[in-house]
């Protein structure tokens, strides 16, 4: 097979790939050489990965022979570089703060990549510990977005989605405490689950995490289906965690969904315009959906009323104590304090936001985030799934938000106008997903985002399916 041939494989679904190596027509050796060969081809120009593991790709492959029945023998991916330790490869956070870090084990989820026969390749960027949803940290400059190289592939997954989009691997993990894995897949056309709370460990360096989970971002539903099954489950230890499925969440894929009950919502959470592509995207796919017998009711949701500001405030409160969190485990591992030349101005000023923060305010931000989400859970109770815009913007162009520049609350709000009804569902917790529905006359994707019922993640997965096979999805291709 030549070498234009195993790239083109590379757009094709991670779970078609693992079949051909298991028939053997396709060895996991040559799979490997061509997503690096890809790599070297366009990553100069996208910039996506942080370190490019070459000879531990290869010899992982090596080991992988026709035959093999694990789910995903011989297919690359790549590693967010954000809080995923992968064995023998520097965790940089997208800081200068952590320096060369190198792990010497596996996190739990990259554990279970490499038992599902993955080959991993290297890791992909992330903004400085993830803060924000453009990935431009100042340690390993922009990442650009494949559809346009101008643009952003959003955050803070970007470096995983702009892999993806280019070719490079056919499936990248992610993570997602704010919108960070359907953020960018919206930018970059792909499909992006982010799981329901505690449905995979963050361990063994993590505990509960109520905004974060770790997820994959893929260009099919059956890809993003597999990996959950894969991903999905308890680890010895693990204080709580979401119960199992009855079934692998793979079965859900293609099944008839129904009559769904859709509540549609146009009001952010913020006081955010909503670009004329982005809402067009969001009619477009109730129209489809009520072709497909569903129904779609538009209706007021249960934020942006009087007070929600202060949830924003509440939400402000746990994000800087993690912020600052990674800030002081930077300089733990680093063995050097931090300080302010060490980190971007966003970064440093959540720093010291987190450090002037009581015990008291953080327990009861906590608090009163679990009342909202209640009420937002009631609220959507009538309804099978909700709708809204995955972004409120286009994809922004590199530079348009700053996390050093000389106001950094200022840029930290701008981020929340261009991605406004993504993190509700982090702090509900609810599964979400992202669906590159269509595309805007400015040549980038145009997604819609659906949030499932608490451990809903198989009626999300079952709809998109449907959707996907209405509007071939798959079948776009960034030509850089």
């Known amino acids: 097979m030549s070498t234009r041939d195993l790239t083109d494989l590379l757009y094709r679904p991670a779970t078609e790939l693992a079949a051909l190596v298991r028939s053997g027509e396709v060895s996991a050796r040559e799979l490997a050489e061509a997503s690096l060969a890809r790599i070297d081809e366009v990553d100069d120009r996208v910039n996506a990965f942080t370190t490019v593991d070459a000879d531990g790709a290869l010899a992982a492959a090596d080991s992988i022979s026709s035959g093999d029945e694990r789910p995903f023998a011989g297919v690359p991916i790549a590693i967010k570089d954000l809080f995923a330790p992968v064995a023998g490869l520097v965790m940089s956070q997208g800081s200068e703060l952590f320096g060369d870090y190198t792990p010497d084990y596996d996190g739990y989820v990259v554990r279970r990549f490499r038992e599902a026969g993955f080959v991993i390749v290297g890791k992909t960027s992330s903004p400085e510990l993830g803060i924000i949803p453009v990935t431009e940290p100042r340690r390993f400059g922009p990442t650009r977005n494949p559809w346009n190289l101008d643009h952003?592939?959003?955050?803070?997954?970007?470096?995983?989605?702009?892999?993806?989009?280019?070719?490079?691997?056919?499936?990248?993990h992610g993570s997602d405490g704010g919108g960070s894995i359907r953020i960018p897949s919206a930018c970059c056309g792909l499909v992006g689950l982010k799981p329901s709370r505690g449905r995979i460990s963050r361990g063994p360096d993590l505990g509960d995490a109520f905004l974060s989970t770790d997820g994959v971002l893929a260009r099919t539903c059956e890809d993003s289906a597999r990996a959950l099954d894969v991903m999905a489950g308890y680890e010895l230890g693990d204080s709580t965690w979401a119960p199992p499925p009855a079934e692998p969440f793979a079965n859900a894929v293609g099944r008839d969904p129904g009559k769904l009950r859709i509540a549609l919502v146009m009001k952010p959470p913020?006081?955010?315009?909503?670009?004329?592509?982005?809402?067009?995207?969001?009619?477009?796919?109730?129209?489809?959906l009520a072709r497909l017998g569903h129904e779609v009711t538009e209706v007021d949701p249960p934020w942006g009323r009087e007070g929600d500001?202060?949830?924003?405030?509440?939400?402000?409160?746990?994000?800087a104590a993690n912020i600052g969190l990674g800030v002081a485990f930077g300089g733990m591992v680093s063995g050097s304090e931090p300080t302010p030349d060490r980190v971007e101005k966003l970064t440093w000023e959540m720093f010291q936001r987190g450090l002037g923060q009581s015990s008291i305010e953080y327990m009861a931000a906590m608090s009163q985030l679990q009342r909202y989400s209640r009420q937002v859970i009631e609220w959507g109770s009538e309804f099978d799934m909700v709708m809204t815009p995955a972004l409120a913007q286009r994809p922004l162009e590199v530079g348009d938000i700053k996390p050093d520049g000389d106001n950094p609350m200022a840029e930290f709000a701008r981020t929340g106008v261009f991605t406004p009804f993504t993190a509700v569902f982090n702090v509900t917790g609810q599964p979400a997903i992202s669906m590159p529905l269509f595309h805007g006359e400015d040549g980038l994707p145009a997604a819609v985002q659906f949030a499932g019922k608490p451990l809903g993640e198989a009626a999300l997965l079952t709809l998109a399916s449907q959707l996907e096979a209405e509007t071939g999805w798959a079948d776009r291709r960034a030509e850089l």
């Open 152 to 172: 952003t592939p959003g955050g803070s997954s970007g470096g995983s989605a702009a892999a993806v989009a280019a070719g490079m691997v056919p499936i990248a």
């Open 309 to 319: 500001a202060h949830m924003l405030a509440l939400f402000t409160v746990l994000y």
């Open 270 to 288: 913020i006081d955010a315009a909503i670009d004329p592509i982005c809402e067009r995207a969001v009619r477009d796919a109730a129209e489809l």
